[in-house]
Protein backbone atom coordinates (compact mmCIF):
# COMPACT_ATOMS: atom_id res chain seq x y z
CA UNK A 1 0.00 0.00 0.00
CA UNK A 2 1.11 3.48 -0.90
CA UNK A 3 2.65 5.36 2.39
CA UNK A 4 1.54 8.56 1.04
CA UNK A 5 -2.35 9.14 0.76
CA UNK A 6 -1.38 10.98 -2.44
CA UNK A 7 0.61 8.97 -3.99
CA UNK A 8 -1.11 5.84 -6.15
CA UNK A 9 -1.63 2.47 -5.13
CA UNK A 10 0.32 0.30 -6.86
CA UNK A 11 -3.29 -1.63 -7.64
CA UNK A 12 -4.57 1.37 -8.94
CA UNK A 13 -0.75 1.66 -11.21
CA UNK A 14 -1.55 -2.13 -12.06
CA UNK A 15 -4.93 -2.01 -13.08
CA UNK A 16 -4.44 1.55 -14.73
CA UNK A 17 -1.28 -0.03 -17.06
CA UNK A 18 -3.76 -3.07 -17.83
CA UNK A 19 -6.23 -0.41 -19.57
CA UNK A 20 -3.27 1.21 -20.95
CA UNK A 21 -2.07 -1.91 -22.79
CA UNK A 22 -5.02 -3.25 -23.76
CA UNK A 23 -6.38 0.25 -25.44
CA UNK A 24 -3.07 0.38 -27.46
CA UNK A 25 -3.72 -3.33 -28.02
CA UNK A 26 -6.91 -2.12 -29.71
CA UNK A 27 -5.56 0.81 -31.48
CA UNK A 28 -8.14 3.11 -29.50
CA UNK A 29 -7.24 6.32 -29.02
CA UNK A 30 -8.00 7.66 -24.94
CA UNK A 31 -10.36 10.12 -26.56
CA UNK A 32 -12.41 7.23 -27.99
CA UNK A 33 -12.46 5.07 -24.98
CA UNK A 34 -13.41 8.27 -23.24
CA UNK A 35 -16.41 8.90 -25.23
CA UNK A 36 -17.20 5.02 -24.89
CA UNK A 37 -17.13 5.52 -20.92
CA UNK A 38 -18.64 8.95 -20.82
CA UNK A 39 -15.40 10.39 -19.63
CA UNK A 40 -12.87 12.94 -21.34
CA UNK A 41 -9.54 11.76 -21.93
CA UNK A 42 -7.88 13.47 -19.44
CA UNK A 43 -9.46 10.98 -17.09
CA UNK A 44 -8.73 7.72 -19.36
CA UNK A 45 -4.82 9.23 -18.65
CA UNK A 46 -5.71 9.21 -14.73
CA UNK A 47 -6.86 5.92 -14.41
CA UNK A 48 -4.38 5.00 -16.94
CA UNK A 49 -1.48 6.35 -14.67
CA UNK A 50 -3.40 4.92 -11.79
CA UNK A 51 -3.94 8.46 -10.50
CA UNK A 52 -7.40 8.10 -10.24
CA UNK A 53 -9.07 4.99 -8.68
CA UNK A 54 -11.33 3.20 -11.04
CA UNK A 55 -14.42 1.95 -9.39
CA UNK A 56 -16.01 -1.31 -9.95
CA UNK A 57 -19.02 0.13 -12.29
CA UNK A 58 -16.77 1.39 -14.22
CA UNK A 59 -14.44 -1.03 -14.69
CA UNK A 60 -16.74 -3.90 -15.73
CA UNK A 61 -18.16 -1.15 -18.59
CA UNK A 62 -14.03 -0.63 -19.36
CA UNK A 63 -14.11 -4.53 -19.83
CA UNK A 64 -17.04 -4.19 -21.65
CA UNK A 65 -15.71 -1.87 -24.32
CA UNK A 66 -12.38 -3.38 -24.37
CA UNK A 67 -13.91 -7.04 -24.83
CA UNK A 68 -11.54 -8.28 -22.20
CA UNK A 69 -13.27 -10.00 -18.73
CA UNK A 70 -12.40 -8.03 -15.48
CA UNK A 71 -10.37 -10.06 -14.09
CA UNK A 72 -8.00 -8.62 -17.47
CA UNK A 73 -7.27 -5.73 -15.60
CA UNK A 74 -5.76 -7.93 -12.68
CA UNK A 75 -3.68 -10.58 -14.24
CA UNK A 76 0.04 -10.52 -12.65
CA UNK A 77 -1.55 -7.94 -9.99
CA UNK A 78 0.46 -10.02 -7.02
CA UNK A 79 4.08 -9.70 -8.61
CA UNK A 80 3.43 -5.97 -8.31
CA UNK A 81 1.29 -5.75 -5.14
CA UNK A 82 3.55 -7.39 -3.04
CA UNK A 83 6.91 -6.93 -3.89
CA UNK A 84 7.37 -3.22 -3.15
CA UNK A 85 11.06 -3.71 -2.41
CA UNK A 86 12.02 -5.39 -5.63
CA UNK A 87 11.82 -8.81 -6.81
CA UNK A 88 13.17 -12.08 -6.91
CA UNK A 89 16.04 -12.91 -7.88
CA UNK A 90 15.57 -14.36 -11.74
CA UNK A 91 11.53 -13.03 -11.70
CA UNK A 92 11.46 -11.27 -14.70
CA UNK A 93 7.58 -10.23 -14.37
CA UNK A 94 8.75 -6.13 -14.16
CA UNK A 95 11.06 -6.56 -17.34
CA UNK A 96 7.93 -8.62 -19.20
CA UNK A 97 5.17 -5.97 -17.99
CA UNK A 98 7.55 -2.92 -19.08
CA UNK A 99 7.96 -4.31 -22.01
CA UNK A 100 4.19 -4.87 -23.00
CA UNK A 101 3.72 -1.71 -22.54
CA UNK A 102 6.36 -0.43 -24.86
CA UNK A 103 5.55 0.53 -28.27
CA UNK A 104 7.32 -2.67 -29.58
CA UNK A 105 5.37 -4.60 -26.68
CA UNK A 106 2.06 -3.78 -28.03
CA UNK A 107 2.70 -3.91 -31.54
CA UNK A 108 4.40 -7.58 -31.40
CA UNK A 109 1.60 -8.61 -29.22
CA UNK A 110 -0.97 -7.36 -32.16
CA UNK A 111 0.96 -9.00 -34.97
CA UNK A 112 1.32 -12.04 -32.93
CA UNK A 113 -2.11 -12.17 -31.91
CA UNK A 114 -3.25 -12.32 -35.62
CA UNK A 115 -1.80 -15.28 -36.29
CA UNK A 116 -4.50 -18.63 -35.68
CA UNK A 117 -3.01 -21.05 -36.61
CA UNK A 118 -1.52 -22.97 -33.48
CA UNK A 119 2.12 -24.64 -35.75
CA UNK A 120 2.84 -21.33 -36.58
CA UNK A 121 2.77 -19.44 -33.46
CA UNK A 122 4.80 -22.40 -32.00
CA UNK A 123 7.53 -21.75 -35.07
CA UNK A 124 7.53 -18.01 -34.28
CA UNK A 125 7.64 -18.88 -30.54
CA UNK A 126 10.85 -21.09 -30.91
CA UNK A 127 12.61 -19.02 -33.62
CA UNK A 128 12.16 -16.01 -30.94
CA UNK A 129 13.38 -18.26 -28.07
CA UNK A 130 16.26 -19.33 -30.37
CA UNK A 131 17.43 -15.23 -31.78
CA UNK A 132 17.03 -14.43 -27.76
CA UNK A 133 19.56 -17.41 -27.07
CA UNK A 134 21.68 -16.44 -29.41
CA UNK A 135 21.60 -12.01 -28.28
CA UNK A 136 22.62 -13.93 -24.96
CA UNK A 137 25.79 -15.51 -25.99
CA UNK A 138 26.76 -12.76 -28.07
CA UNK A 139 27.19 -10.34 -25.09
Same mark, same amino acid.
Given at each position: ?62 ? =? !? $? +???? *? ?6 ? &? ?42 ? =? !? $? +???? *? ?6 ? &??
Amino acid at each position: MASNPREPNPVDHHVGSRVRLRRQMMEMSQEKLGEELGVTFQQVQKYERGANRIGAGRLWHLA =R !V $L +EVPV *SFFYDGVN &STAQQPTGFAEGDQTPIINDFLQSSDGVALAQAFSKITDPKVRR =R !V $L +ELVR *SLAETSDT &SK
